[in-house]
């Protein structure tokens, strides 16, 4: 069966609606923009009565059909950038639990050993542990009271241009069916004709590709490179971890080779909206636990979710999780290339900011309060094209001097060679971590990177039984009770699709799949995937007798086939807004 790809609708009218600023992406990013220009707005009012700016024409487009409910993180948030945004927040924001233990542990197969003394980096006393998604939605509902819309339910799907100049952004087509042409129910995307385009659409967003692409952005810096967190919540039995008790793990089941670690979160609510479990009792006694995988491993075997799976069976895992039950799963790429793989953040029209632009501090695995600040100072700038009325490339330009200006630096400065310390192994990289602690992130003032799929290995240069790597390859079976195939896990994710629409997994060339990949990597993207989109059918027609073929109702929306594919010829584009997981309590 030909697979037919989601693509732009030939000879399509797409009305159009005036903007002044629209945010692409309702995450703490994208919130934190809107909340901020909101703010600013208020206040240049209250000054000048004569001069009233309108918050009317400004705008949040969000995929999903709920604010965060396409959030995941681990999560733990730093309150530096909300004390800034809305000072005394902790009253009434979602928090689960103050951070009050915390411990670092080094694994091997069967045993564990917690350092002596936490990294400076993984001290995490004074922060919060959260429910992302519960957070994600108390900012829209900030948002909305402070006056500006948030279309849910929206996605954006392309930018647009006049010459080199960004000028807003088409919205998602709504009534496509699977051969790519239009329903009874048919409704054409908008084009939002925008002064300021703001791109906050997480990692790997498809819009901020595609400009980075047209400009050529990332010319002279070091790649993005990016790890796949794969995510569980748990109800456990009382008295196994207290809300608020942090435990980070380095090691198993991760061989020296493959960079990575697990981190484990005693926190509050469940499932649910409210935080209460299903069953409506409050609930103390969860356990967000997950591990990410950097997407910079060698064997195409590798599956990450399998990883999860193997780490939970660890006794010092296995214990904890012991007569529990799994409440959720999802999973979501992270940038962790850091300073050096940040694009230029603005340009004429647009400004691109929280993991969409990178700001994440790998060593500290944190970027909630990044993302935040980036958007605040990008409201800044907004605030400050729209009282100009000039959004040209030199306004705009004023968000990178903010940013170079402010603590995101000052953060992201120190860390800037984390990542790029671990490309020799596990060993190496702690030993480069002593010496940027000593050397303020030095000696060298910039080490390379390279992308991380060019490190995936052809499958005849490894061990057919997998070596050291043996628990980490391929689907993981699952006993249904502590460890779960990836079908299972996926139930737990909630996400659900229009079924009659195009792919929107788009690959250039099945050909490579079907006569390349398969050979030599071993399809790759059958591990690497979390939801089991990808699989590869047998086809006595195709030429290795197996052909790719696709489920993208399954898909969570991590982005790591686009990342981590090794021709690089999948593209994520959005599928019909509102489809997606459904992250409630995640
Ligand atoms: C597994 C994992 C664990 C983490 N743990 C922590 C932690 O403990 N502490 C911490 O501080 N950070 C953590 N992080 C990082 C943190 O979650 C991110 O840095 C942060 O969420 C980035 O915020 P953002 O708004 O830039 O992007 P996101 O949170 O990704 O939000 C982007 C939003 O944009 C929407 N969107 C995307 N594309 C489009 C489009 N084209 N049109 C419309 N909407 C779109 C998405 O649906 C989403 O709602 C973790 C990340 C992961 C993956
Ligand atoms: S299809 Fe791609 S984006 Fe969707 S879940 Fe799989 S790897 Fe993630």
């Known amino acids: 069966m030909t697979l037919i790809f989601r693509k732009p609708l030939p000879n399509v009218e797409h009305p159009e609606m005036p903007a002044d600023v629209v945010i692409v992406g309702g995450g703490p990013a994208g919130m934190a923009c809107a909340l901020r220009l909101s703010q600013l707005i208020d206040e240049h009012n209250a000054r000048h009565p004569e001069a009233q700016l309108s918050k009317e024409n400004i705008y949040v487009l969000e995929k999903a059909r709920e604010a965060g409910q396409h959030c995941l993180s681990g999560a733990l948030l730093d309150p530096r950038s909300m004390k800034e945004l809305l000072p005394g927040f902790e009253r009434e924001a979602p928090l689960d639990a103050a951070v009050h233990k915390e411990g670092v542990y080094f694994l091997t197969r069967t045993g564990h050993y917690k350092l002596p003394i936490t990294p400076p980096a993984l001290r995490d006393h ?80 498809s819009l901020t590709k595609q400009l980075i692409q047209k400009f050529d952005l990332m010319k002279d810096r070091n790649p993005q490179t990016y790890g796949v967190g794969v995510k569980e919540l748990w109800e456990v039995p009382a008295g196994r971890i207290q809300a608020g008790e942090v435990i980070y793990t380095m090691g198993y089941p ?42 910079d491993y ?60 990178g700001f994440l501090n790998s060593a500290r695995l944190k970027g909630i309060h990044l993302a935040i600040k980036s958007g605040m100072l990008a409201a800044e700038t907004a605030f400050e ?76 240069s490894l061990p057919a039984d997998g070596g050291k790597e043996a628990s980490l390859l391929g689907p993981a079976k699952g006993d249904g009770k502590l460890t779960f195939d990836k079908l ?60 790719i073929s696709l489920n993208p109702s399954n898909c969570v929306h991590c982005k790591t086939c686009d990342i981590e594919d090794p021709y690089q010829i999948i593209t994520w584009v959005p599928p019909e807004g509102g489809g997606g997981p459904n992250y409630d309590g995640m």
């Open 298 to 357: 060698q064997d195409p075997r590798l599956d990450p979710q399998h990883v999860l799976q193997t780490f939970k069976q660890h006794p010092f895992v296995a214990k904890l999780l012991a007569g529990g039950k799994m409440i959720r799963y999802g999973a979501k790429s992270l940038p962790y290339g850091g300073w050096w793989s940040l694009p230029p953040l603005a340009g004429d029209g647009w400004m691109v900011i929280g993991d969409s632009a």
């Open 488 to 547: 299972t896990d996926l139930y737990h994710s909630g996400t659900k699709h229009e079924e009659d629409q195009p792919a929107h997994l788009v690959i250039d060339d099945t050909n490579i799949c079907n006569e390349r990949c398969v050979k030599e990597f071993g399809s790759p993207c059958q591990n690497f995937c979390p939801a089991n989109v990808y699989e590869m059918l047998d086809d006595s027609a195709a030429p290795n007798g197996k052909r």
């Open 254 to 295: 991760l061989t020296t080779k493959e960079y990575g670690g697990a981190w484990i979160y005693g926190s509050k609510g469940g499932g649910s909206k409210d935080g209460n479990s299903r069953d409506g009792a409050s609930k103390e006694n969860i356990v967000s636990l997950g591990f990410v995988t950097g997407l």
């Open 385 to 460: 094209a729209l009282t100009k009325d000039d959004s040209a490339a030199a306004t705009l330009a004023q968000f990178q001097k903010r940013v170079e200006s402010s603590w995101l630096k000052d953060e992201l400065w120190p860390v800037r060679n984390f990542h790029q310390g671990f490309k020799n192994g596990l060993v190496a990289g702690i030993f480069n971590t002593g010496l940027q602690t000593i050397f303020n992130g030095g000696p060298a003032k910039r080490l390379p990177s390279h992308a991380g799929q060019e490190n995936l290995k052809p499958l005849a």
């Open 126 to 205: 004074g922060n919060y542990v959260i429910s992302i998604n519960k957070f994600v939605k108390w900012l829209a509902s900030k948002v909305e009271e402070a006056g500006i819309t948030i279309f849910t339910g929206f996605a954006g799907s392309e930018l647009l241009y006049d010459g080199n100049r960004v000028t807003g952004v088409r919205t998602d087509d709504k009534g496509v069916d699977k051969l790519n042409e239009q329903k009874s129910n048919f409704e054409p995307g908008y084009d939002v004709k925008a002064k300021v385009v703001v791109l906050a659409e997480g990692p790997r967003g």
